[in-house]
DNA sequence: CTGAAAGCGCTTACAG
DNA sequence: CTGAAAGCGCTTACAG
């Protein structure tokens, strides 16, 4: 069986009591006892048992991670980030799929709950989840509003959705069209529509939506597109709200011979570091995504260790256009 | 605080026993008890610490999954599938990301220990480390030789590779140039690069490799696809060993004015989610990547009941050929 | 059908 | 500087 403390300290001739605040650093200890009780655990190749512990410190060091999926470039760049910073402050991540499925996410809750993780940071679904208001449990939504009293950090969708409007129009383009998700959602993601409208009616231009599902798989968003290409035919600009949803305009462009940049001009959303590799072309704007993963750290931080009047209820970080070839 | 197991029986007016009985459905439970608990555990909001079950129980149902980053899409998507079959087991997923450290890597192999995993997916690095030969803690490795007792999962790197130079010379492609990492690992992905040799010398084709350093960046490759093009400026076609690659040097020809398929014809490797729909003009070969995800399950799974009469040593799963315009 | 006791592997006051 | 005792919140024989 694998060693305990007990065992350690019956091979050193000491307490478990000195065993412990060895390994704790706690206390005086001699540093020819120090000294044994290393010896000992190196032997027996003891390391601690870290259920045991926590169930003593009522601590786990655990985060709990629920986002729709790590296949998403997006989200998998942000878990990446939020593992790195939280691996580097010595706590562990617990991930979740939830896959938008709000059933999944009630479950998961629960399990993260019975697991006593000192803390969950949660992406975008579709609307709050009122399981999220659990007493005393830490949370930090990203991109999405889950209660009235938890933080949520996002990155400056208002002002992407204007620099990426504002491009189109000074490129020239009257006819510019925006694809985005259902409007009843209130998730800051949504300032991004409501900013090409502002600046739409502030240029006198028309501002035209088109709005795919809550729940569309590629056909549907592809169906969509190619209806606007239908529908509007000279249409000149297109600022979709996300990179996928970008790459599926400009390749329906393609098909249809539509050239890019000089009949049609698109801007995404999101530029993750994959979109950047597999689609350079694409202009769009990039989220903070290390920083968006900071940020939420360092909320969630503040409320694991009862700083509760640090806490931004609302935090929004600075986007950046990144021109390329598509506008 | 958090109501235990001992203010829900007290409230039900029975024994902690009986409590733990209901929770686990286990022995003889009148009704008129069972309801009694049921309606205190709601009144109460209990839900059970499942860090006390597992001190007792010798098992967590936590997985570690040690892969390089979650920001890959190929490794987002194998995550994402890994983590969804182990939510539907009723395990949990402890996510980390290794960066391909091997310093990294042996401190979160410490770190699943000490939290008592049940076993370890481990996807793909430079090489074996010998920390993972643990005794008795189940290990799978993904594309990666761990050690000559780990069972290892991968898609069937030779025949990927084959049918990727074989749809080449079919399409009449004579000068083709095959880019991969370096030749010394041994890992199942170089079977790549020798299915590649094997099929250009069986067609009095000569093979030539580039290579690209262990640690390369973005730069460092786009440096290499540039002196390929400038060394062989009439090269007709590219079997490049991943869709990243491959993407580059498509813009990289494009900048040339090297018009594809037409003049060159370039096929990836891996054709995940992300890359089909980013990029789905490019000729892949596919991964299958819930089949990987499945199959590695399974193994560790016989590894963790003790069944290793069960156990391949070697999987491997089929690869799909996607042909799309790049070729 | 139900309960009292012991124990999972740690840590922390409290003594000395 | 070091140790004996109690306890974190569960579960499991063992009795009854």
Redesign the pocket.
Known sequence: ?????????KLA????????????N?????????K?VHDSMKQLN?????????????RTYLIGLIFPSTSNPFYGQLIFHLENIYAQLGYKVLLCNSQNNEQKEKQYLQMLQRNQVDGIIAGAHNRGIEEYDIPKLPVVGIDRYLSDTIPVVSSDNYDGGRQATQLLIEKGCKKIIHINGPNFLETPANLRRKAYEDVMVASQLKPITYEFPLKSNDEIVSGIIKDLFNEHPNVEGIFASDDMIAAKVIREAKKRGISIPDHLKVVGYDGTETTRQLLPELTTVEQPVEEIARKAVEILNFQIDGKHEDIQLEAILPVKLIESETT
């Open positions: 069986m694998k060693p305990k403390i007990e065992d350690v300290a001739g000491v307490s478990p009591t000195t065993v412990s605040r060895v390994l704790n706690r206390g005086y200890i001699s540093e020819k006892t120090r044994k003891y390391y601690p048992n870290e259920i045991a512990r926590s169930l003593f410190i009522k």
